[in-house]
């Protein structure tokens, strides 16, 4: 410890040379290999899927402290999807959306930084509706917590707040009928053009973790015996379907990459070879890079690794199955994502919890500070304040869920003006508000 400790005062910028190296992915360059992981944080603090100044001040911070790239909250992109939230989300399915959303990339921009949207189709089994109506799923199966698979302080939480029992097994849901899986697709795939015009550099498809594009991948979740269900040719299906349609919808200049779960880590479940193929076959399909996670709510050990750099391994697999970068979350020590970066066993990391702790890690590393960067304890307190529908607190960091009252997380003045060409999707006026 003292030896780390040491090690640390004498770090220099050029021991991070891989980690402050640009990246350039389909033209857009990303100034370094270090990401904001997308994180909802309830400050959206209704579900009517708005942007507000607290959101654009959390983002503005992780941008002016040295991210190279940010990757937005997973935002709702269908109506149905909406009415199945995490307690709060984004939404992203109709104009009334794109001024805070615009704003928001506009300001990420500001800053210097790339900003990718993560566009959801819906979180399934794993969506809660607040008045009791059943989610849509690719089987009628409910989620089922396993306590030996939670995270660190999930105990202590269930007995501080009993309302996390309720949201922890899940409701009810009922099966989607082929029809509506295509007609959702649709809407999503349309959803997208929305994110192309708010002047996002790319969008990140959320499939990990267990929502409703894992469910379908997942034999657990799925217990079809159409076209969708049983092989592994036949869960992914409805993953392969989104891409496409994504794809279709915005374009093949433009940036779309895929957030999915390396592993479901459960008997039965999605298993880390069927993972690669997935990967394989996205970025046969041209996927612009994978960003990697782990489980789902029902492995959620996975999804919150208590040790530093757990997925690392995994990530290096999938470097060596696909020619698209890896993003890969949860290294929090700058020392080993320098060397995880130099070894190819990823080509960014994603940072989630550190960046509550400090948003400013990617200067601090940047100045050869990394000293002073102010460690997250991995006690998942901001984790489980969401679970029990509270915005992020970090216990180690005061002022996240504040920015908006901290002047230098507000937009600078611009001595030119920001924008100067509008991108738009490809044939912008059949972007359709009739769903
Ligand atoms: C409060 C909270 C909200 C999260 N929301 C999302 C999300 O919207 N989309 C997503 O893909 N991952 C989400 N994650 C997972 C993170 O992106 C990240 O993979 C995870 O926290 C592990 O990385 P870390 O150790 O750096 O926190 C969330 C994590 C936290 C703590
Ligand atoms: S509350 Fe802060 S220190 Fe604890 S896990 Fe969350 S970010 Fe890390």
């Given at each position: ?51 507000n ?56 921009h ?124 036949n ?49 046969a399909?041209?996927?612009d890079?994978?960003h ?8 959620l ?5 208590d ?8 990530a ?51 100045e ?13 307190e ?34 030119l ?19």
């Open positions: 410890m003292a030896e780390k400790k040491a090690a640390e005062k004498t770090a220099k910028k050029s021991d991070f040379k891989h980690l402050l190296s640009p990246i350039e992915i389909k033209g857009v360059e990303i100034k370094n290999r270090i990401a904001l992981a997308p994180m909802n944080t309830l400050f959206s603090m209704d579900n009517r899927g708005y942007v100044e607290q959101i654009l001040a959390y983002y503005a911070a992780r941008a002016k402290g040295g991210c190279g790239l940010i990757i937005t909250e997973c935002v709702l992109g269908t109506r149905l999807a909406s009415r199945f939230p995490y307690t709060t989300n984004l939404h992203c399915y109709n104009t009334s959306h794109l001024p805070g959303l615009y704003e928001l990339a506009e300001t990420v500001s800053f210097g930084s790339a900003c990718f949207i993560q566009m959801s189709i819906g979180f399934g089994r794993q969506g809660h509706s607040h008045v009791g109506e059943h989610p849509p799923a690719p089987s009628v199966v409910p989620m089922m917590i396993k306590p030996e698979l939670m995270p660190r302080g999930f105990g202590k939480a269930l007995e501080a707040h009993p309302q996390l029992i309720e949201r922890a097994t899940g409701e009810m849901p009922y099966e989607m009928t082929v029809a509506e899986i295509r007609s959702e697709q649709d809407e999503f795939a349309n959803s997208c053009r929305f994110a192309v015009a708010a002047q996002f550099d790319g969008i990140e498809l959320h499939a990990p973790h267990g929502y409703l594009e894992h469910q379908f991948l997942s034999p657990i979740s799925n217990r079809r015996t159409d076209l969708y269900g049983g092989s592994l040719e869960r992914m299906r409805f993953m392969l379907e989104v891409y496409l349609k994504v794809r279709e919808s915005v374009g093949h200049d433009y940036i779309l990459g895929v957030r999915m779960s390396a592993d479901e880590h459960l008997p039965g479940g999605i298993t880390h070879e069927e993972a690669l193929e997935v990967a394989r076959t996205l970025a399909l041209g996927a890079y994978i990697l996670s782990d489980g789902s709510y029902e492995a050990s996975y999804f919150f690794p040790e530093d750099g757990a997925m690392l391994e995994e290096s697999h999938f470097k060596a199955a696909v020619n698209v970068p890896v993003f890969c979350p949860s290294v929090h020590d700058p020392t080993l994502a320098e060397k995880a970066i130099a070894a190819g066993k990823c080509d960014i990391v994603s940072l989630g919890r550190q960046m509550f702790a400090d948003p400013e890690w990617g200067n601090k590393v940047a050869g500070r990394v000293e002073d960067i102010n460690r997250c304890l991995r006690c998942n901001c984790l489980m304040r969401t679970a029990a529908g509270l915005p992020v607190r970090c216990i180690r960091n005061p002022n996240t869920g504040r920015e908006r009252y901290m002047p230098e997380c507000w937009r600078r003045p611009q001595k003006p920001p924008v100067t060409k509008m991108r738009v999707p490809p044939r912008l006026p059949e972007i359709r508000e009739d769903f």
